[in-house]
T-cell receptor, first 105, second 115 residues
Framework: GIQVEQSPPDLILQEGANSTLRCNFS?????LQWFHQNPWGQLINLFY???GTKQNGRLSATTVATERYSLLYISSSQTTDSGVYFC???????FGEGTQLTVNP | DTGVSQDPRHKITKRGQNVTFRCDPI?????LYWYRQTLGQGPEFLTY????????KSRLLSDRFSAERPKGSFSTLEIQRTEQGDSAMYLC?????????????FGPGTRLLVL
């Protein structure tokens, strides 16, 4: 099956810093989503982005489908951005192992 | 329009007991998915319904697991003869009909602990 790799596995930032999270996938996909999992376990949709670039406030994402990777950018990070960020691809979604983000005040 | 809801939110059971979880998708979403997430891992796909038809099952879904969606609305996931290895978060998601953007929306999950 398709493999999804996320990097870095852990990221610690000071409030106000910017960050880039990466997702590599092993095969072409028609569906790619980014999620934020909060401390209570709720998966929150960030982007549906099988290709191209999208922006939503301080977050933006870019997927280069031909090169099989996606990037999630977080600018001016806030403590509320802490949690695990997952990339997931495919139909029955295949998730990466996530990036654990900690934003310190 | 409310989001995906799941019930119960937490369940503690003894090994060997049967448990059943319920998922109510977003109204008018005809696709419904079940996932399982263990600590420190990403969710893993279990099964998916389009309306009332169960169209795909993962190899993770052993014979002790059964899922139904009898009227194409809510779904239930039953685990028979629970084992300690079944302890996990069980997540449900729904998405709109085929041909529409395939964004999956997740419920809050049911945390299962098997003692």
């Amino acid at each position: 099956g398709i493999q999804v790799e996320q990097s870095p596995p852990d990221l610690i930032l000071q409030e106000g810093a910017n960050s880039t999270l990466r997702c590599n996938f092993s095969d072409s996909v028609n569906n790619l989503q980014w999620f934020h999992q909060n401390p209570w376990g709720q998966l929150i949709n960030l982007f549906y982005i099988p290709s191209g670039t999208k922006q939503n406030g301080r977050l933006s994402a870019t997927t280069v489908a031909t090169e099989r990777y996606s990037l999630l950018y977080i600018s001016s990070s806030q403590t509320t951005d802490s949690g695990v960020y997952f990339c997931a691809v495919g139909f029955g979604l295949t998730f990466g192992e996530g990036t654990q983000l900690t934003v310190n005040p | 329009d409310t989001g995906v809801s799941q019930d119960p939110r937490h369940k503690i059971t003894k090994r060997g007991q049967n448990v059943t979880f319920r998922c109510d998708p977003i109204s008018e979403h005809n696709r419904l998915y079940w996932y399982r997430q263990t600590l420190g891992q990403g969710p893993e796909f279990l099964t998916y319904f389009q309306n009332e038809a169960q169209l795909e099952k993962s190899r993770l879904l052993s014979d002790r697991f059964s899922a139904e969606r009898p009227k194409g609305s809510f779904s239930t996931l039953e685990i028979q003869r629970t084992e300690q290895g079944d302890s996990a978060m069980y997540l449900c998601a729904s998405s709109p009909k085929a041909g529409v953007k395939e964004t999956q929306y997740f419920g809050p999950g049911t945390r299962l602990l098997v003692l």
